[in-house]
């Protein structure tokens, strides 16, 4: 059974930079759309952005400009390069592989104000 496992996240001030990492069990990442999540306390899960077997990108419109999506096939993991920060990031988030129904254990994100 191939495993996500999320790791980056912390507490961090407004307007700060964290990098979050989801490294998979197996050689997987490459053949398939990855995408992260978030869940703010009391809301929903939201998707934030995804990327593509060819790279292609999308993202969440409130992180459009702050957040990127990227993948390292050779190290099976995808990050979250996230700038800019604000309190409304602050949540867990997790690493989704959604021809799997795959999820990871998530990684909290505290922003400051």
């Known amino acids: 059974q191939v495993q996500l496992v999320e790791s980056g996240g912390g507490l961090v001030q407004a307007g700060g930079s964290l990098r979050l990492s989801c490294a998979a069990s197996a050689r997987i990442i490459s053949y398939y759309t990855m995408r992260w999540y978030r869940q703010a306390p009391g809301k929903m899960r939201e998707l934030v952005a995804a990327?593509?077997?060819?790279?292609?990108?999308t993202y969440e419109d409130s992180v459009k400009g702050r957040f990127t999506i990227s993948r390292d096939n050779a190290k099976n993991t995808v990050y979250l390069q996230m700038s800019n920060l604000e309190p409304e990031d602050t949540g867990v988030y997790y690493c989704?592989?959604?021809?799997?129904?795959?999820w990871g254990q998530g990684t909290q994100v505290t922003v400051s104000s």
């Open positions: 989704n592989l959604p021809v799997r129904g795959l």
């Open positions: 990327i593509t077997s060819d790279d292609r990108t």
